[in-house]
């Protein structure tokens, strides 16, 4: 009878992020028989929070009190002292908390996850392997190297890390035994930023067609009866995204008299929302922003054109459902489009600008024929990515 062996991830919460997606789909194809999957979380929070299979345990990571400000936020602390009469607490709690915060500075958050480090207590028990599947070069790449006992441990990487300068998590880094990357020029950035790490692997994102296809293919349609050229994008609202760069590039076809609507889904604050919305023209409809869906993959088979904006991808887990398809693709080019799209023959890669995707999308727009093409040619692409998880099997034998 084959050993089964004890696995931990660590995450800090689940948001509706790329990340989150890719996560759950890793779990989908690990083989319990061999597996016992325990989920370690900073916060319970996040719209994916429902979708964690029920066979796997879910724990919480200890943060001393005295630093729940800084990882939770300044005002839900301050309002939980106050909700409890602990009002002699809070002057010392706001100094404290007004010095200190965690931003996208890695230099700051590294020396400050070192200076905390005492007084983080250590997760109970043994593992086999322990992931640090967020990566980024946050407080779970420190909290996994330093506070979980594990005979292997993993960090992922998720995208470019150059524009981090995560260079004060080397330590931290070294403490891996494998550091996989979601694509070829993930992998390559990462080994420019630390020579002397060799133990980055590949391991790409798991992607299931034929879940994909049933999906797709349930019955859902866009809600506003519009019968015209559909473009769809699927992404968080915010600016590593692109989103922005879509809608200067709609305004731009939309005043040279081409008629379609672009759609949005994904998740973003109603602060956000409202700044995109004010990128629009005035009474400007054909510009939607649909929100959150749990099955967007019927959005993108109805769709006439999908466009990946972004400044910043890993390996763009969308665009690789979006080709799944058949959608004739527009992607910008950020890491692992060119892995996944043959420029000119299934899809087209242009330049991360307005001009780049005003460009491409106008191509397209002028071009049914060449529609067509790349949906035929994307007939012929093997899009299964399951066979990956064999790679944690082998690590986890050896």
């Known amino acids: 009878m084959q050993e089964v062996k004890k696995i931990l991830f660590v995450m800090p919460y689940l948001g509706c992020g790329g990340v989150e997606a890719t996560f759950f789909s890793l779990l989908d194809v690990m083989d319990r028989k061999r597996c016992e999957i325990t989920l370690l979380i900073l916060e319970d929070k996040g719209q994916f929070r429902n979708r964690i299979p029920k066979d796997i345990k879910v724990r919480y990571i200890e943060i001393p009190k005295k630093e729940r400000g800084i990882f939770f936020g300044k005002k839900k602390m301050l309002k939980e002292h106050l909700g409890h009469g602990r009002i002699w607490k809070i002057p010392g709690y706001l100094l404290y908390n007004m010095q200190i915060s965690l931003t996208e500075d890695r230099v700051k958050n590294a020396a400050y996850f070192s200076h905390i480090a005492d007084s983080i207590p250590e997760f109970e028990g043994e593992y086999d392997l322990a992931v640090d599947?967020?990566?980024?070069?946050?407080?779970?790449?420190?909290?996994?190297?330093?506070?979980?006992?594990?005979?292997?441990?993993?960090?992922?990487?998720?995208?470019?890390?150059?524009?981090?300068?995560?260079?004060?998590f080397e330590k931290w880094y070294r403490k891996m035994d494998v550091i996989y990357a979601v694509s070829q020029m993930v992998k390559s950035d990462f080994e420019t930023i630390f020579p002397q790490i060799d133990c980055v692997?590949?391991?790409?994102?798991?992607?299931?067609?034929?879940?994909?296809?049933?999906?797709?293919?349930?019955?859902?349609?866009?809600?506003?009866?519009?019968?015209?050229?559909?473009?769809?994008?699927?992404?968080?609202?915010?600016?590593?995204?692109?989103?922005?760069?879509?809608?200067?590039?709609?305004?731009?076809?939309?005043?040279?008299?081409?008629?379609?609507?672009?759609?949005?889904?994904?998740?973003?604050?109603?602060?956000?929302?409202?700044?995109?919305?004010?990128?629009?023209?005035?009474n400007d409809n054909n510009f939607v922003f649909l929100g959150i869906k749990d099955n967007p993959y019927v959005y993108m088979r109805q769709c006439d054109i999908y466009v990946q904006p972004s400044r910043f991808e890993g390996y763009c887990t969308t665009t690789n459902e979006a080709r799944i398809l058949g959608c004739p693709i527009v992607t910008t080019d950020v890491s692992g489009a060119r892995e996944q799209i043959q420029d000119g023959k299934t899809g087209l890669i242009v330049e991360s600008t307005v001009e780049g995707i005003y460009k491409g999308v106008k191509e397209l727009l002028d071009n049914p024929e060449l529609r067509k093409e790349f949906t035929e040619n994307l007939k012929f692409i093997d899009c299964d990515t399951r066979k990956e998880v064999k790679k944690i099997y082998r690590l986890l034998d050896n």
């Not at 980024?136 to 960090?155: D, G, L, N, S, W």
């Not at 731009?252 to 956000?272: D, H, N, P």
């Open 133 to 168: 599947y967020f990566g980024y070069a946050t407080f779970t790449t420190f909290y996994v190297a330093e506070k979980v006992h594990a005979k292997r441990k993993v960090t992922w990487l998720h995208s470019i890390f150059s524009r981090f300068s995560p260079q004060a």
């Open 201 to 282: 692997k590949l391991f790409y994102n798991i992607i299931d067609p034929g879940m994909i296809r049933r999906k797709a293919n349930k019955i859902c349609n866009f809600d506003d009866g519009y019968k015209g050229m559909k473009i769809l994008t699927v992404g968080r609202l915010c600016g590593e995204k692109g989103i922005d760069l879509a809608i200067e590039a709609y305004k731009r076809l939309i005043k040279e008299g081409y008629v379609f609507r672009w759609y949005v889904i994904g998740g973003g604050s109603l602060e956000s929302i409202q700044m995109y919305k004010k990128l629009l023209l005035p």
